[in-house]
T-cell receptor
């Protein structure tokens, strides 16, 4: 569901290591999923998307994995860099309508 | 590709004062438009969305209202601001439901509102 009123969990990762950010979605009928990155003071930016007929999709340094059995989505970032510091939100389209539902977000903190 | 403009970027308003935030979209037509609010360190709350001129759907009860006077213009208003209206307001657009388009939403830079 929507992440109103919840403080964001934090993931701390050493620079150069891989990051894995997880998300549980709510509706088994959702057929499209998106990961967004939001840097401090800015609007969310699209990272990567995946349709429900896929279980993996790769982009530049990022991979999204979808497990429909357990309604779980993950974002993997390879060789994490300082510029990856941000809040990451997953989003789903549960009703095939005009709205998408955002997950609660995870703050990624990069350790030097 | 579309570009979303929001202004002002920051705003400090006293309790009880009116509010008007504007969002305009360039580079596309007939978009779905959305207003979100984000409290500090928290997630996104959908406030309003619009699928066309004059068509507004409200997601949560509140003292805010939205209007869409033109295809690519979306306005968020209040007659009297409350302290709880402070937050980061984001405008977004999409073409969800139109063949050939995904459900992806594109976001503007946001307006940070502080009600004092």
């Amino acid at each position: 569901g929507e992440s109103v009123g919840l403080h964001l969990p934090t993931l701390s990762v050493q620079e150069g290591d891989n990051s894995i950010i997880n998300c549980a979605y709510s509706n088994s009928a959702s057929d499209y999923f998106i990961w967004y990155k939001q840097e401090s003071g800015k609007g969310p930016q699209f990272i990567i998307d995946i349709r429900s007929n896929m279980d993996k999709r790769q982009g530049q340094r990022v991979t999204v994995l979808l497990n429909k059995t357990v309604k779980h989505l993950s974002l993997q970032i390879a060789a994490t860099q300082p510029g990856d510091s941000a809040v990451y939100f997953c989003a789903e389209t549960p009703n095939r309508d005009d709205k998408i539902i955002f997950g609660k977000g995870t703050r990624l903190h990069i350790l030097p | 590709s579309q570009t979303i403009h929001q202004w002002p970027a920051t705003l400090v308003q006293p309790v009880g004062s009116p509010l008007s935030l504007e969002c305009t979209v360039e580079g596309t037509s007939n978009p779905n438009l959305y207003w979100y609010r984000q409290a500090a360190g928290r997630g996104l709350q959908l406030l309003f969305y619009s699928v066309g001129i004059g068509q507004i759907s409200s997601e949560v009860p509140q003292n805010l209202s939205a209007s869409r006077p033109q295809d690519r213009q979306f306005i968020l208003s209040s007659k009297k601001l409350l302290l709880s209206d402070s937050g980061f307001y984001l405008c977004a657009c999409s073409h969800a439901g139109i063949p050939g388009y995904t459900y992806e939403q594109y976001f503007g830079p946001g307006t940070r509102l502080t009600v004092t």
